[in-house]
């Protein structure tokens, strides 16, 4: 079945430093990805989509490209911020864009001063 | 915007008593989603409905949980004879059809 895997549960890094949050997925057909970023006691909100247009999604300063060779949607930044500290959700989904969204089971980032 | 609304925020139970939450998805939305949180197992899907008609609830714990959609402006998601495992945050989301899925700010169950 369709799955998607973020190997960190926690990073810590420090301000200014690049970020990099891995995902990688599985899935019979051919999906859109997402990530979602969620600020401590808030809503998850949609950061960024893979879509078909060939642009590379970008948001925030945040961007991420799909790799169907490696099935992979790695988010990342050139410069964390403070206010990046959230925890950030990977997703999928099977059927077109406008299914269910199959989640990772997050990563934490930290941004410590 | 008022953006996604549930209701309560929380809610406590006491093992076996039955838990009813609230959503009420963006105004022109067709399509309303439940996940649930926790910090073991992370977002998992339920069920959704789009224009008001069930269309996917192979997430739902089928003994349970039920989930209906009287109406364009709420759904809600029953559980009945609540156990401590169900203790989570039960999210609502909700789109116009498009893939991006607005969020509400979630309901806690405790399960005592």
């Known amino acids: 079945g369709d799955s998607v895997t973020q190997t960190e549960g926690l990073v810590t890094l420090t301000e200014g430093l690049p970020v990099m949050l891995n995902c990688t997925y599985q899935?019979?057909?051919?999906?859109?990805l997402f990530w979602y970023v969620q600020h401590l006691n808030e809503a998850p909100k949609l950061l960024l989509k893979?879509?078909?247009?060939?642009k590379r999604p970008e948001h925030q300063g945040f961007h991420a490209t799909l790799h169907k060779s490696s099935s992979s949607f790695h988010l990342q930044k050139s410069s964390a911020q403070l206010s990046d500290s959230a925890l950030y959700y990977c997703a999928l989904t099977p059927t077109g864009n406008t299914g269910k969204l199959i989640f990772g089971l997050g990563t934490t980032l930290q941004v410590q001063p | 915007n008022a953006g996604v609304i549930q209701t309560p925020r929380h809610k406590v139970t006491g093992k076996g008593q039955e838990a009813t939450l609230w959503c009420e998805p963006i105004?022109?939305?067709?399509?309303v989603f439940w996940y649930r949180q926790t910090i073991v197992q992370g977002l998992e899907f339920l069920t959704y409905?789009?224009?008001?008609?069930?269309?996917?609830d192979s997430g739902m714990p089928k003994e349970r949980f039920s989930a209906q959609m009287p109406n364009q402006s709420h759904s809600t998601l029953k559980i009945q004879s609540t156990q401590p495992q169900d203790s989570a945050v039960y999210l609502c989301a909700s789109t116009w059809g498009g893939a991006e899925q607005y969020f509400g700010p979630g309901t806690r169950l405790t399960v005592l």
């Open positions: 899935s019979t057909y051919s999906p859109f």
């Open positions: 409905f789009r224009n008001q008609a069930p269309i996917d």
């Open positions: 105004s022109g939305h067709s399509a």
């Open positions: 893979s879509f078909t247009d060939n």
